[in-house]
């Protein structure tokens, strides 16, 4: 008992430890950076709208709307392709 | 002193018209795995989550009947998992997992349907977990994925194909080696062109191939019996010369020769599984189970060499969004508390507008399906779905804006990461149809989720009654903090930190995420990077990274893909160290304390398989075991109290098939389970 488990695990852990297993890629960690900074822009955006209407919080919405799609279309956001 | 089930929490969206009636607009599927095509060409698919199989056209245009309901008696299933076709009688295996048991089902040239017989639940065989199936020569092959053998290997089982059992294999002889290849959690099994048995033995990671007897078969390209190498192996397929590895990599399946060595890939798929041949030419069936979806492929398989990649053409695909209301899809983890009020005055609605919309909203949708043409190359395709499924949640966000819907009392909901429909979802009560959208799209990979109360409101904080959401993201592991915007009635982005990669500030695979009560510090279970990162929101609600503790191993104080973690009053962490299968406890500075539990199948006592996730209260651990599917509850010292446990998608008896992240509450413990597509919850008394 525990022999397979153990050797299950200790075979995980070698390929890991290898680093065989594919971190990753540059143009992820780009992706995610980016997209990291175009959040922090529509939050300064969504926030001053706030404080006036309804209708400027939507069209700040809206705006982040829009760069998120962009960000689909570019087909290099992380996932599910890595 | 114990835990019960008590309610759930996701509506199932199963009803079908009359049939036989077109495919389009009338199904929503729930985690489906096998499928098969029968002596007709009729395509048969395991609807696995919701306990029926649904019967196809060979296009996949028409739903010409379904069968099968939730139960242990005839024509009755618990997960039904894998299909086979007889190829000489009108018979369709079905691997029955949950009720550790398969079927013979008889049909006629009408579909008419008659359970033959069920096998492999005798006491001499006394089946834990059968999986893949395999027919050849008159005998029949189970993979029996959760048997434990003596030491710990699963089995094969080979029965008569009228279901008599004839023996088991427990370990494959090698020629080449005097160690034997043994098996863990084998699922899918396929025959390669000799009538050898190609298994996909998910434990290990390999695909291992034998004879009925159990000898090793060796590759002529590897001069050994398994390919290795890959991240995942959960089912195999030998189709057109081709050993195809669903999982082998990435979002992508594998392709191998029959010599063993890797000739490329597909790629766009999300987590395909099962491949079955299509009686049309370079056609394959592929179910994705998370997307809810069987897809009709076209592939030549001949064109897929020097390790190339390849994108199949999607000509069908089956299965609605599961954005119905009150369904969930792919639901990771919950936050808050559930207290129950009369519906009609917690959610404001304007049902007439609101029926008109959603009549406007389908013909959108049936505009977008069809610019989507047959044919189109999976990994647009998937692009293409992703994109307009992101679509459509902006939509149903502005029209919730418009009629001004939102929750009467949004500081007491439990809050529901719904990750398959990019979105946060909100309920005031534990019953199945109560959830409701609260939050503007997310990005996909969304994944855990904890409620945070500053000490103070923070500048910029629109609703300081309702606690910040803090919400990881697997993909692009960027954690956003989102708060309650009164006027929109929607959660709205607050702040955000993080991004990809392995610099102290930075995460991969972030998934559980828990706040230390002593500080108010955000600790996230950094999987990818194996450690767990604290962060700390200031007073003027800036993020910063405090520290980070951990990394790759297995000796103390080291994790292994740390999935999940708990805090204490005391600022004390308990961490699941996924893949050590064990618990590991720091202090608050990340000092490594101590550890309990080791590998093991039980539902009582620290034995664990994969434990998952982990939560804290009152002195109490709370752990959810993932393969003994098991939620088990601890002392602080690791001395075990009491257990759930339950394998099936029995939806009355609370059972689990893939629970992901529990959130406990005043004895209330909410188990989202992925795979089933709902939250359980659970009561413990003490």
Request: glycine share 10%.
């Given at each position: 008992?525990?022999?397979?488990?153990?050797?299950?695990?200790?075979?995980?852990?070698?390929?890991?430890?290898?680093?065989?297993?594919?971190?990753?890629?540059?143009?992820?960690?780009?992706?995610?950076?980016?997209?990291?900074?175009?959040?922090?822009?529509?939050?300064?955006?969504?926030?001053?709208?706030?404080?006036?209407?309804?209708?400027?919080?939507?069209?700040?919405?809206?705006?982040?709307?829009?760069?998120?799609?962009?960000?689909?279309?570019?087909?290099?956001?992380?996932?599910?392709?890595? | 002193?114990?835990?019960?089930?008590?309610?759930?929490?996701?509506?199932?969206?199963?009803?079908?018209?009359?049939?036989?009636?077109?495919?389009?607009?009338?199904?929503?599927?729930?985690?489906?795995?096998?499928?098969?095509?029968?002596?007709?060409?009729?395509?048969?698919?395991?609807?696995?989550?919701?306990?029926?199989?649904?019967?196809?056209?060979?296009?996949?245009?028409?739903?010409?009947?379904?069968?099968?309901?939730?139960?242990?008696?005839?024509?009755?299933?618990?997960?039904?998992?894998?299909?086979?076709?007889?190829?000489?009688?009108?018979?369709?295996?079905?691997?029955?997992?949950?009720?550790?048991?398969?079927?013979?089902?008889?049909?006629?040239?009408?579909?008419?349907?008659?359970?033959?017989?069920?096998?492999?639940?005798?006491?001499?065989?006394?089946?834990?977990?059968?999986?893949?199936?395999?027919?050849?020569?008159?005998?029949?092959?189970v993979a029996d994925e959760f048997y434990e053998g003596s030491d710990?290997?699963?089995?094969?089982?080979?029965?008569?194909?009228?279901?008599?059992?004839?023996?088991?294999?427990?370990?494959?002889?090698?020629?080449?080696?005097?160690?034997?290849?043994?098996?863990?959690?084998?699922?899918?099994?396929?025959?390669?062109?000799?009538?050898?048995?190609?298994?996909?033995?998910?434990?290990?990671?390999?695909?291992?191939?034998?004879?009925?007897?159990?000898?090793?078969?060796?590759?002529?390209?590897?001069?050994?019996?398994?390919?290795?190498?890959?991240?995942?192996?959960?089912?195999?397929?030998?189709?057109?010369?081709?050993?195809?590895?669903?999982?082998?990599?990435?979002?992508?399946?594998?392709?191998?020769?029959?010599?063993?060595?890797?000739?490329?890939?597909?790629?766009?798929?999300?987590?395909?599984?099962?491949?079955?041949?299509?009686p049309g030419e370079n056609r394959l069936l592929i179910t994705e189970?998370?997307?809810?979806?069987?897809?009709?492929?076209?592939?030549?398989?001949?064109?897929?060499?020097?390790?190339?990649?390849?994108?199949?053409?999607?000509?069908?695909?089956?299965?609605?969004?599961?954005?119905?209301?009150?369904?969930?899809?792919?639901?990771?983890?919950?936050?808050?508390?559930?207290?129950?009020?009369?519906?009609?005055?917690?959610?404001?609605?304007?049902?007439?507008?609101?029926?008109?919309?959603?009549?406007?909203?389908?013909?959108?949708?049936?505009?977008?399906?069809?610019?989507?043409?047959?044919?189109?190359?999976?990994?647009?395709?998937?692009?293409?779905?992703?994109?307009?499924?992101?679509?459509?949640?902006?939509?149903?966000?502005?029209?919730?804006?418009?009629?001004?819907?939102?929750?009467?009392?949004?500081?007491?909901?439990?809050?529901?990461?719904?990750?398959?429909?990019?979105?946060?979802?909100?309920?005031?009560?534990?019953?199945?149809?109560?959830?409701?959208?609260?939050?503007?799209?997310?990005?996909?990979?969304?994944?855990?989720?904890?409620?945070?109360?500053?000490?103070?409101?923070?500048?910029?904080?629109?609703?300081?009654?309702?606690?910040?959401?803090?919400?990881?993201?697997?993909?692009?592991?960027?954690?956003?903090?989102?708060?309650?915007?009164?006027?929109?009635?929607?959660?709205?982005?607050?702040?955000?930190?993080?991004?990809?990669?392995?610099?102290?500030?930075?995460?991969?695979?972030?998934?559980?995420?828990?706040?230390?009560?002593?500080?108010?510090?955000?600790?996230?279970?950094?999987?990818?990077?194996?450690?767990?990162?604290?962060?700390?929101?200031?007073?003027?609600?800036?993020?910063?990274?405090?520290?980070?503790?951990?990394?790759?191993?297995?000796?103390?104080?080291?994790?292994?893909?740390?999935?999940?973690?708990?805090?204490?009053?005391?600022?004390?962490?308990?961490?699941?160290?996924?893949?050590?299968?064990?618990?590991?406890?720091?202090?608050?500075?990340?000092?490594?304390?101590?550890?309990?539990?080791?590998?093991?199948?039980?539902?009582?006592?620290?034995?664990?398989?994969?434990?998952?996730?982990?939560?804290?209260?009152?002195?109490?651990?709370?752990?959810?075991?993932?393969?003994?599917?098991?939620?088990?509850?601890?002392?602080?010292?690791?001395?075990?109290?009491?257990?759930?446990?339950?394998?099936?998608?029995?939806?009355?008896?609370?059972?689990?098939?893939?629970?992901?992240?529990?959130?406990?509450?005043?004895?209330?413990?909410?188990?989202?389970?992925?795979?089933?597509?709902?939250?359980?919850?659970?009561?413990?008394?003490?």
């Open positions: 008992m525990g022999n397979v488990f153990q050797r299950a695990t200790g075979k995980r852990l070698k390929h890991r430890q290898s680093g065989s297993e594919a971190g990753p890629s540059a143009a992820s960690c780009a992706e995610s950076e980016a997209l990291l900074n175009q959040f922090r822009e529509v939050i300064v955006e969504v926030e001053s709208a706030q404080q006036d209407k309804k209708e400027q919080a939507i069209n700040s919405l809206k705006d982040l709307h829009s760069r998120h799609r962009k960000a689909l279309k570019s087909q290099c956001l992380t996932g599910p392709t890595e | 002193m114990g835990i019960s089930y008590h309610s759930y929490i996701g509506k199932t969206v199963d009803q079908l018209p009359d049939l036989p009636a077109a495919t389009d607009g009338n199904i929503s599927l729930n985690t489906p795995v096998g499928s098969c095509v029968d002596r007709m060409g009729n395509v048969w698919l395991a609807d696995t989550a919701h306990n029926r199989l649904v019967i196809f056209d060979q296009n996949l245009k028409h739903i010409l009947a379904v069968f099968g309901t939730v139960g242990d008696g005839a024509g009755q299933f618990n997960m039904p998992f894998r299909l086979l076709a007889h190829p000489d009688k009108n018979w369709i295996y079905v691997t029955d997992i949950g009720n550790y048991r398969i079927h013979i089902l008889q049909y006629d040239n009408h579909l008419n349907i008659n359970p033959l017989k069920c096998f492999g639940n005798e006491p001499a065989v006394d089946l834990k977990g059968p999986n893949g199936i395999v027919l050849a020569a008159g005998e029949v092959c710990g290997e699963s089995r094969l089982v080979i029965f008569s194909d009228d279901g008599e059992y004839k023996r088991s294999i427990h370990e494959i002889d090698c020629q080449y080696s005097s160690d034997p290849l043994h098996l863990l959690w084998p699922q899918g099994l396929s025959l390669d062109s000799q009538g050898n048995i190609c298994i996909a033995n998910t434990g290990f990671n390999t695909v291992v191939r034998c004879d009925w007897q159990g000898n090793g078969v060796p590759f002529s390209g590897l001069k050994k019996s398994y390919i290795d190498g890959l991240e995942l192996a959960r089912d195999v397929a030998c189709v057109q010369g081709r050993i195809l590895i669903p999982g082998g990599e990435a979002n992508a399946i594998s392709v191998y020769g029959m010599n063993g060595r890797k000739q490329g890939k597909l790629e766009g798929f999300f987590a395909p599984i099962q491949i079955t041949e299509h189970p998370i997307l809810a979806s069987l897809q009709l492929h076209e592939i030549n398989l001949r064109t897929v060499q020097r390790n190339n990649s390849r994108a199949t053409n999607v000509l069908v695909s089956v299965g609605d969004e599961r954005d119905n209301p009150g369904q969930l899809h792919f639901v990771t983890s919950v936050a808050g508390d559930v207290v129950p009020k009369d519906e009609r005055e917690g959610y404001n609605a304007n049902l007439q507008l609101e029926q008109w919309l959603n009549y406007q909203q389908n013909l959108q949708e049936q505009v977008v399906q069809m610019m989507q043409p047959a044919g189109m190359p999976s990994w647009l395709s998937l692009g293409v779905g992703w994109q307009a499924e992101w679509m459509q949640r902006w939509q149903q966000s502005w029209w919730r804006m418009f009629l001004g819907e939102k929750f009467e009392t949004p500081d007491e909901l439990l809050w529901m990461v719904d990750a398959g429909n990019y979105q946060l979802q909100a309920t005031e009560e534990a019953r199945p149809g109560s959830a409701r959208p609260v939050s503007l799209p997310m990005l996909p990979g969304s994944l855990g989720i904890a409620a945070l109360t500053p000490d103070s409101p923070l500048p910029g904080q629109l609703d300081p009654s309702v606690p910040l959401l803090v919400v990881s993201n697997y993909l692009s592991a960027i954690v956003t903090i989102y708060q309650y915007s009164p006027i929109l009635g929607e959660l709205v982005p607050y702040t955000v930190f993080g991004s990809l990669g392995s610099a102290p500030w930075q995460l991969n695979k972030p998934q559980g995420i828990a706040i230390d009560p002593s500080t108010n510090d955000i600790l996230i279970a950094d999987s990818g990077n194996n450690r767990i990162a604290r962060w700390r929101l200031n007073a003027i609600g800036i993020a910063g990274l405090v520290d980070t503790f951990g990394s790759l191993g297995e000796g103390d104080g080291e994790f292994h893909t740390p999935s999940d973690i708990a805090v204490d009053k005391d600022g004390l962490c308990y961490v699941t160290d996924q893949f050590n299968n064990r618990i590991q406890i720091f202090d608050r500075d990340g000092a490594w304390l101590n550890s309990f539990g080791e590998a093991g199948y039980g539902v009582t006592g620290a034995k664990f398989l994969l434990p998952t996730s982990i939560e804290h209260e009152d002195n109490f651990l709370f752990v959810s075991d993932l393969v003994n599917r098991a939620i088990k509850v601890f002392d602080t010292q690791g001395n075990f109290i009491d257990s759930f446990s339950g394998f099936g998608a029995d939806a009355e008896k609370g059972q689990l098939w893939m629970p992901y992240l529990l959130h406990v509450r005043e004895g209330k413990v909410f188990l989202p389970d992925c795979a089933l597509n709902r939250v359980n919850v659970y009561q413990f008394e003490y």
